[in-house]
């Protein structure tokens, strides 16, 4: 299930460039193509309710929407995970966040965003969903997502992970939409698909597997918001003609419980 990252490379028309910084800390920054269509867009949910986030730690105390880009913490990390030795917390030289830095061994503990990768799956119209019987979100709809494993691609990540949540063999047919949540230190990256053979059934994770016509999707009991803002982009695309590729930040609003799937700003969104 839910389980770093950089992208160096182009998707859709999108260059990603990748400037190294001080040690293992990189920025992303992008161009877009002349077939970029840059949109400036902000979404606005129109009540609160729901993210939640098995990485979730904790969140500042402000219970206001962010109007501005939220910063995410790094936990806490206690002890040196090469010799296990207490670590301080310190800028290092040359740096600018401060980081755990191990007292015996001075190794520095670098943490980066991790990468969710999923599918939407298209059969007869139809999009499917599992219902989590896992917490957090238990009981809510979700795509078949997770972490992506060190040593696969992201690809790999997405087909694995609808295999464990939903039984289903499919074929990954484009990139669909990139999701950064950097207050929780998330991206997501959600591919559409096609099932191999029309079989699912719930994996260990999941208590039902269904398709779900676009008119039917059940909105108000959705697990995180990444899948709400990936369905709602989905279902514009079709509408208008067939899916594009979307890249968005998700600014969860700080101080917001976890399962506020509602309580976001889609911002920075671009699209092919
Ligand atoms: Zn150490």
């Not at 904790?58 to 002890?79: L, Y």
């Not at 464990?164 to 990139?178: D, L, N, R, T, Y």
């Not at 995180?224 to 899916?243: A, Q, R």
Request: proline residues 6%; aromatic residues 10%; hydrophobic residues 35%.
């Amino acid at each position: 299930m839910l389980r770093s990252i950089q992208f160096l490379g182009s998707y859709s028309g999108f260059l990603f460039h990748r400037l190294k910084l001080h040690g293992n800390h990189y920025r992303l920054s992008f161009i877009t193509t002349s077939t970029t269509t840059r949109c400036f867009r902000q979404f606005r949910a129109s009540s609160i309710r729901s993210e939640s986030n098995p990485d979730v730690t904790s969140s500042s105390s402000s219970s206001a929407p962010a109007t501005s880009r939220s910063i995410g913490s790094a936990r806490k990390i206690n002890f040196c995970q090469s010799c296990g030795g207490p670590t301080k917390h310190e800028i290092p030289d040359g740096d600018e966040k401060e980081r755990a830095i191990c007292t015996l061994c001075g190794k520095i503990a670098y943490e980066n965003p991790k990468m969710v990768v999923g599918c939407l799956i298209e059969h007869d119209n139809k999009i499917l969903l599992c219902k989590r019987k896992i917490q957090p979100s238990y009981g809510l709809w979700t795509l078949p997502a997770g972490y992506m494993e060190i040593g696969e691609s992201a690809t790999e990540g997405a087909i694995r992970e609808t295999w464990e949540e939903a039984g289903a063999k499919v074929k990954v047919i484009s990139p669909f939409a990139q999701l950064d949540i950097p207050l929780i230190g998330q991206t997501y990256l959600i591919f559409l698909a096609k099932l191999m053979t029309p079989h699912f059934s719930p994996g260990p994770e999941s208590s039902e597997c269904k398709l779900f016509a676009l008119d039917d999707i059940p909105y108000e009991s959705l697990s995180f918001s990444s899948m709400l803002i990936t369905l709602k982009l989905y279902i514009e695309d079709i509408k208008v003609g067939k899916p594009k590729f979307h890249y968005g930040l998700i600014n969860k609003w700080p101080g917001t419980s976890p399962s506020e799937i509602h309580a976001y700003t889609f911002d920075y969104h671009l699209r092919t």
